[in-house]
C-alpha cells in the first residue's frame, strides 16, 4: 500500500533529518507507521488501511532541519500544515490524509482536532513513537 510513498527520492531525504536524538526523520515516520498499524490491527479499530498508513508514512513530511532558524521558531505548531501541503503537492493526497497530517500534533495545536478514526490512530501512534525514541532510542 505505501511502497510508492517508501521508494520515492522525496521521501527518502528524510534520512538527512533528525527527528529525536539519533533518530531520523524517515525512522520516526517508519515507527509511526508501524504502531498505527498495530494498533489498529490488534484493537480491531476498522481504520481505512491505506488512508492509515499514508498519513502516517507521511505526517512529519515538511522536508527541513526543524533545529535550524528559521524553522525551529514554533515548528511544533507549523510542521503539520506544511507536511500536509507537501504531501498533497508532491502525491496528490486526498482530504482524508491531508486532514490526519494536519491533525497529529494535537493536542499541542489546539484547534487542529482529528477527526477521524485514522487521524486519532496517527496521533496516537505519533505519541507513542516519540516517547520511545526520545526515552530509549537515543
Known amino acids: ?19 529525536h536524538g539519533s533518530i531520523s526523520t524517515y525512522k520516526h515516520v517508519v515507527n509511526v507507521t508501524k504502531i ?17 498508513l499514508t498519513a502516517a508514512l507521511l505526517h512529519d513530511f515538511y522536508l527541513y532541519d526543524w533545529h535550524d532558524k528559521p524553522y525551529s521558531d514554533l515548528h511544533g505548531y507549523r510542521h503539520p500544515a506544511r507536511a500536509a501541503e507537501k504531501a498533497v ?27 477521524s478514526r485514522e487521524a486519532w490512530i496517527v496521533c496516537m501512534a505519533d505519541k507513542i513513537a516519540s516517547m520511545m525514541e526520545t526515552l530509549w532510542m537515543r
Open 1 to 19: 500500500m505505501i511502497g510508492k510513498y517508501l521508494e520515492h527520492p522525496r521521501v527518502q531525504e528524510m534520512r538527512d533529518y533528525i527527528q
Open 89 to 115: 503537492t508532491i502525491f496528490r493526497v486526498d482530504d482524508r490524509v491531508k486532514s490526519a497530517i494536519e491533525t497529529h500534533m494535537w493536542p499541542f495545536t489546539l484547534t487542529k482536532i482529528p477527526r
Open 36 to 52: 498505527a498499524y498495530r494498533l489498529d490491527k490488534k484493537y480491531g479499530l476498522g481504520a481505512d488501511r491505506e488512508v492509515l
